[in-house]
């Protein structure tokens, strides 16, 4: 297997072959990984600085570790931006995580018409927390040096602002004629993929992401739950691009 992967300070990996891995990071490897003396760990910054490492002390508040090797890992191009439409219950977590395994490098709730959720005052905090805590985790598991940038929840004009400046932003529709599978893909620049609530996109909505530059693509056959349609998307369009080559 490969190393597990822990997030540290990004000055902390580049002033010192030791690094100290304490606080919440760093009791989490040490008392319930139980990673020990002469393993391989991996640490980032979440932002493309990655140290592999050798531990060589563990305690109760964390880990000593030997860096063995730094890299630098460029940012993934093109970049692959879910817009997810805030779905009810557990689902959105749901979505985070599975769109952080596959890749994905930025995800962006979105506050559509026909959320059945509002995130509002301190309840959306929360949630907006949760994601953020979700994306972090996954990326850990899934071994990435760039973790997902969650941002904060956006309505449907600032969502067509974003889709306007994209090299290529997709509405994923039941009705669209071109399946997302056919159409050109960028080699760089953002790829905004637009996954609607479970009462799907609005009328008005299309249109202004339409107006925007946006354009329309059906998955497939079959209808997907709004929590699985962004990840599903996003694996059609990495597997068409280099960073799966």
Aim: with cysteine.
């Amino acid at each position: 297997m490969t190393a597990p992967v822990f997030l540290a300070d990004a000055a902390a990996l580049r002033a010192s072959d030791v690094v100290v891995l304490d606080g919440d990071e760093g009791r989490h490897a040490a008392v319930v990984r139980r990673i020990t003396p002469g393993e391989t760990v991996e640490l980032t910054d979440g932002a493309g600085q990655l140290a592999r490492c050798v531990v060589v002390a563990a305690s109760k508040q964390g880990l000593t570790c030997e860096v063995r090797e730094r890299v630098d890992v460029p940012e993934p191009r093109p970049r692959v931006v879910v817009a997810q439409a805030i779905p009810k219950g557990d689902r959105g977590e749901t979505a985070v995580e599975t769109l952080t395994e596959v890749g994905v490098d930025e995800i962006l709730p979105w506050s559509a018409q026909r959320c059945m959720v509002r995130w509002t005052g301190e309840r959306g905090d929360k949630a907006l927390r949760r994601w953020r805590s979700t994306a972090r985790e996954a990326g850990k598991q899934a071994r990435r040096a760039w973790l997902p940038v969650v941002g904060d929840a956006v309505p449907t004009a600032a969502l067509a602002s974003r889709a306007g400046t994209a090299a290529l932003a997709v509405v994923l529709h039941e009705e669209a004629t071109e399946p997302l599978g056919a159409l050109d893909l960028p080699a760089d620049g953002d790829i905004v993929l637009v996954v609607g609530p479970e009462g799907g996109v609005a009328p008005d909505e299309l249109a202004q992401l339409s107006a925007a530059g946006a354009v329309a693509a059906r998955l497939g056959p079959t209808v997907l739950r709004t929590s699985t349609a962004g990840t599903v998307a996003a694996g059609v369009v990495l597997a068409r691009t280099a960073r799966w080559a």
